[in-house]
């Protein structure tokens, strides 16, 4: 199982940028899968999360109105599209597959991680 991750980079605040992350060796049209994030010196914290169809998603405060994750099963790829960035988005960006079709609420309860890409906002 792989999930590569790309599309990080650096941008200047009120940029955007889209991540992809594309999966293999799983089915990946019957799992959830989810965005996390890992700022220096910080824990990883919950970006978003999309159910198996689509039908059911969830953002972090820090992120609502300016991030859009969506997916495309034909593809077996995840997407987020980040708007408006702000220094403070700056992080390593990591996609995680859900064994569940819907999240289930915790980054614990993910099987499969990508290794991350990187962004960067500058001020």
């Known amino acids: 199982v792989q999930l590569q991750a790309s599309g990080g980079g650096l941008v200047q605040a009120g940029g955007s940028l889209r991540l992809s992350c594309t999966a293999y060796?799983?089915?990946?049209?019957?799992?959830?899968m989810g965005w996390f994030r890992q700022a220096p010196g910080k824990e990883r914290e919950f970006v978003a999360a999309?159910?198996?169809?689509?039908?059911?998603?969830f953002y972090a405060d820090s992120v609502k109105g300016r991030f859009t994750i969506s997916r495309v099963n034909a593809k077996n790829t995840l997407y987020l599209q980040m708007n408006s960035l702000k220094p403070e988005d700056t992080a390593v960006y990591y996609c995680?597959?859900?064994?569940?079709?819907?999240?289930?609420?915790?980054?614990?309860?993910?099987?499969?991680w990508g290794k991350g890409t990187q962004v960067t906002v500058s001020s």
């Open positions: 999309i159910s198996w169809s689509g039908g059911s998603i």
């Open positions: 060796g799983l089915i990946f049209s019957s799992r959830a």
């Open positions: 995680a597959a859900d064994p569940r079709g819907v999240y289930s609420g915790s980054d614990y309860g993910m099987d499969y």
